[in-house]
T-cell receptor
Framework: DAKTTQPNSMESNEEEPVHLPCNHS???????IHWYRQLPSQGPEYVIHGLTSNVNNRMASLAIAEDRKSSTLILHRATLRDAAVYYC???????????FGGGTRLMVKP | DAGVIQSPRHEVTEMGQEVTLRCKPI?????LFWYRQTMMRGLELLIY????????DSGMPEDRFSAKMPNASFSTLKIQPSEPRDSAVYFCASSSTGNTIYFGEGSWLTVV
């Protein structure tokens, strides 16, 4: 039980921002929110994670709702290389075992 | 850093044969994970180790599957005997305590 809910798929146009939503209404106060993505024929790769505050890195931004029951991964300018399955995961510790759900398949149109 | 290294990348074997998948984690990492990915079940955690000790093997499907980590730089996942339903991509991953998990490129197993 991954305990997060994501849309099965989303589409975006190249060079436009993408907002990928995730619901985690039963999250506990100590759970981090992690995002990984899996490009075709590759293993999952880390994107970003956070606890309470919004987070930014070179790949993306993570916006966490004030009540922490939902979050949004923001790709500021989608490229064709961003086409992947994006997984939102809640986990007690940043480096411990992760339980993957179905994720969101992002398709990017040129 | 070479990342997590898995071998073989691809294997095709006949039902009933023994399959051994190998993994070299990133140097200095104290956690090692084995995942399996299929279209039907997605990514499933099979087992994970901390400091070479198995911590949780509740995801191992049955007794035909076994995993070992004889030292900090090597782990194996063995299937004996293999069955067609074991066909999947098997990922090894590693991390250091409290930090990001890094995945290998996977071992693509086909059992015919």
């Amino acid at each position: 039980d991954a305990k997060t809910t994501q849309p099965n798929s989303m589409e975006s146009n190249e060079e436009e921002p993408v907002h990928l939503p995730c619901n985690h209404s039963t999250i506990s106060g100590t759970d981090y929110i992690h995002w990984y993505r899996q490009l075709p024929s590759q293993g999952p790769e880390y994107v970003i994670h956070g606890l309470t505050s919004n987070v930014n890195n070179r790949m993306a931004s993570l916006a966490i709702a004030e009540d922490r029951k939902s979050s949004t991964l923001i790709l500021h300018r989608a490229t064709l290389r961003d086409a992947a399955v994006y997984y939102c995961i809640r986990a007690y510790n940043a480096g411990n075992m992760l339980t993957f759900g179905g994720g969101t398949r992002l398709m990017v149109k040129p | 850093d070479a990342g997590v290294i898995q071998s073989p990348r691809h294997e095709v074997t006949e039902m009933g044969q023994e399959v051994t998948l190998r993994c070299k984690p990133i140097s200095g990492h104290d956690y090692l994970f084995w995942y399996r990915q299929t279209m039907m079940r997605g990514l499933e955690l099979l087992i994970y180790f901390n400091n070479n000790v198995p911590i949780d093997d509740s995801g191992m499907p049955e007794d035909r599957f076994s995993a070992k980590m004889p030292n900090a730089s090597f782990s194996t996942l063995k299937i004996q005997p293999s069955e067609p339903r074991d066909s999947a991509v098997y990922f090894c991953a590693s991390s250091s305590t409290g930090n990001t998990i890094y995945f290998g490129e996977g071992s693509w197993l086909t059992v015919v």
